[in-house]
C-alpha cells in the first residue's frame, strides 16, 4: 500500500515562496506518475501540476505556470512543489497524488496524501 506525506505547509505573505514536499512509502516511486492538486473552501479540487516517474515532463495548471515547479528525488522518494510570487488566491489545501500515467486529471491517480494547508495573506 503506498503511503504519501505532505509537508511544508504554512501561513506565507502574498508574494513570498514556500516549498511543499511529498515524501512515498511502500511503492516503486520511481514508476508513478506524481501530481499536486488543490482545494480551496468551498470550491471543487483542482490541478496544479504533474511530473513524470523520470522527471523529464511536467504540466503545470495555467494559474501557476511561471510561478510554480515540480521536481522530483527519485533517490528520496520524494516530490517537491516550489512555489513563488504566491497570491491570496493560492490559499488551499494542497494534495500529492501518485498515479501510472502523468495526468491533469484527478481520478487517474491511485494515491492520495492527506493535504498540508498554504494560507497566503495580503
Known amino acids: 500500500q503506498v503511503q504519501l506525506v505532505e509537508s511544508g505547509g504554512g501561513l506565507v505573505q502574498a508574494g513570498g515562496s514556500v516549498r511543499l514536499s511529498c515524501t512515498a512509502s511502500?511503492?516503486?516511486?520511481?514508476?508513478?506518475?506524481m501530481g499536486w492538486f488543490r482545494q480551496a473552501p468551498g470550491k471543487e479540487r483542482e490541478f496544479v501540476a504533474t511530473?513524470?516517474?523520470?522527471?523529464?515532463?511536467?504540466r503545470y495548471a495555467d494559474s501557476v505556470k511561471g510561478r510554480f515547479t515540480i521536481s522530483r528525488d527519485n533517490a528520496k522518494n520524494t516530490v517537491y512543489l516550489q512555489m513563488n510570487s504566491l497570491k491570496p488566491e493560492d490559499t488551499a489545501v494542497y494534495f500529492c497524488?501518485?498515479?501510472?500515467?502523468?495526468?491533469?486529471?484527478?481520478?487517474?491517480?491511485?494515491?492520495w496524501g492527506q493535504g498540508t494547508q498554504v494560507t497566503v495573506s495580503s
Open positions: 511502500g511503492g516503486t516511486f520511481i514508476n508513478a506518475a
Open positions: 511530473i513524470s516517474g523520470s522527471g523529464g515532463t511536467t
Open positions: 497524488a501518485a498515479g501510472p500515467i502523468i495526468s491533469i486529471v484527478g481520478s487517474l491517480y491511485d494515491y
